[in-house]
């Protein structure tokens, strides 16, 4: 069935002025909305999806959003949006089948092909190399726990340049490396679906490792304007108690820190890095700091955490096991989106001006990466007011001195949510799910309107 059309946006104070050259964009990635699995090949998704029940609504992203049919379209809706920047994510297995060896040029000549159309609509093209779609051959011979898998993303970020480089201005090597790392080989949720609790250190490691010689790859290959999209927020203690604030530390270092400090200040928190998985660690953080032109943050929500509790514990969409030396605690006196998040815009404010405070100047200019909210229907007032209290408080870091430079909306449309399937939307656009049919919700229509109003 055709989705009705969005109801008129409710009236709301304009927003703030930002500066003139602050970059404005959307950002998707390449699983969750390409489709055409048939053409590509097989990644960890392919697998993990595979296995009932790891999915809570039993689909796959075979058919997604079938953006690599459709991705016309969907240009045009970032070109009617007005948005600067377009953040897409490579498939690493569209390009390289099995992760290396021959180049599947059809997977190439899509980005290719992607990358002009932007072109022509005015749009910037953001390309981020990885989002956690690992070839499944990779996988096979030892994925992220393999010290290999670093120089392998090396040479297709290579490859990826090479093609597209010319006209990509702005690059990202990973996105997420903590989510990837406590979900998918901690706590078995996502793909590749270890349980290896603390034993994944290692996937960190090799992960900041391929960042870094993902960083030099591009750069010999004429590239520029590199960043990477880490995910962050501030941290709660459940109480002032020595134990809610022990385990709050602890949970701020592992999310938080643990994928900061080496990028930034070129070594890890206190008591990690002995425990990475490295011939020369001092060498490997030599390359894991490559200067970065920028850095990203995905933002979504703080974290109250407390003291571990005896019996597993169910948060956010996740089952966390009672071995763990935390467990967090639910947010009470906030609004929450359909996926359970608390809506803290406050908490933005709070993240942007520790950072700064913390990494003082190491820290590059910021973008915020990622920043959205998954509410069902068009008429989706909840996302306006959630868009709309996260820029005032971005504005608000703005105005305390924090160098930010450019904000992306998760998501331009509603895609496959990794282990909810396709129950949470997070998208500006709605997609029908069974016709593929995209039709802007209200929300696209508050941020186009608000797009405008800056260049009156």
């Excluded at 996105?175 to 250190?201: I, M, S, V, Y």
């Excluded at 359909?338 to 950072?355: I, K, M, N, R």
Aim: proline residues 7%; contains cysteine.
């Amino acid at each position: 069935m055709a989705a009705t059309a969005a109801s008129p946006i409710s009236p709301m104070s304009p927003l703030p002025s930002f500066p003139r050259d602050f970059l404005w964009g959307v950002s998707t990635s390449a699983h969750q909305i390409e489709g055409a699995a048939d053409e590509r090949g097989a990644s960890v998704w392919d697998a993990f999806t595979a296995v009932p029940g790891r999915v809570k609504d039993g689909t796959t992203a075979a058919v997604a959003c079938d953006h690599y049919h459709r991705y016309r379209e969907d240009v045009a809706l970032l070109r009617d949006l007005g948005v600067d920047a377009y953040r897409f994510s490579v498939s690493w297995p569209r390009v390289l089948p099995t992760g290396a060896g021959p180049v599947n040029a059809a997977g190439l000549d899509f980005y290719d092909r992607l990358v002009d159309e932007l072109c022509a609509a005015g749009v910037r093209p953001v390309a981020t190399l990885f989002h956690w779609d690992t070839p499944l051959a990779v996988q096979e011979a030892g994925g992220w726990r393999s010290r290999a898998t670093a120089g392998l993303f090396a040479e297709y970020a290579a490859v990826v340049a090479a093609r597209i480089g010319d006209r990509v201005e702005k690059w990202i090597t990973l996105n997420e490396p903590a989510e990837h790392t406590l979900l998918g080989h901690a706590l078995g949720q996502h793909a590749p679906g270890e349980r290896l609790l603390f034993d994944a250190l290692p996937v960190a490691h090799h992960q900041l490792l391929a960042h870094g010689l993902a960083v030099r790859a591009l750069r010999a290959a004429g590239a520029r304007d590199i960043g990477i999209a880490n995910s962050h927020g501030p941290t709660w203690p459940a109480s002032g108690a020595d134990e809610d604030t022990a385990a709050a530390d602890f949970y701020d270092v592992l999310l938080n820190r643990l994928f900061a400090d080496p990028l930034l200040l070129g070594r890890y928190p206190d008591g990690c890095g002995e425990l990475m998985p490295s011939p020369d660690l001092d060498a490997d953080l030599e390359v894991i700091a490559e200067p970065l032109d920028w850095y990203g943050i995905n933002f979504y929500q703080p974290t109250k955490v407390g003291a571990p509790l005896p019996h597993t514990t169910e948060f956010s969409g996740l089952t966390l096991p009672p071995e763990l030396p935390f467990a967090p605690r639910e947010i009470e006196g906030y609004p929450v989106t359909d996926f359970g998040w608390p809506v803290v815009p406050e908490a933005l404010t709070e993240l942007l001006t520790a950072f700064r405070d913390r990494y003082g100047e190491r820290l590059p200019p910021l973008v915020i990466t990622e920043n959205g909210c998954s509410y069902e229907g068009l008429d989706d007032q909840e996302r306006i007011a959630y868009l709309d209290g996260h820029l005032r408080a971005l504005h608000r870091a703005l105005e305390a001195g924090v160098d930010v430079r450019g904000y992306f909306v998760w998501s331009l449309m509603d895609n496959f949510e990794w282990a909810e399937g396709y129950r949470q939307r997070f998208g500006l656009v709605h997609v029908d799910h069974d016709t593929l049919e995209r039709t802007p919700k209200a929300s696209y229509h508050w941020l186009r309107e608000a797009l405008r109003a800056r260049r009156a």
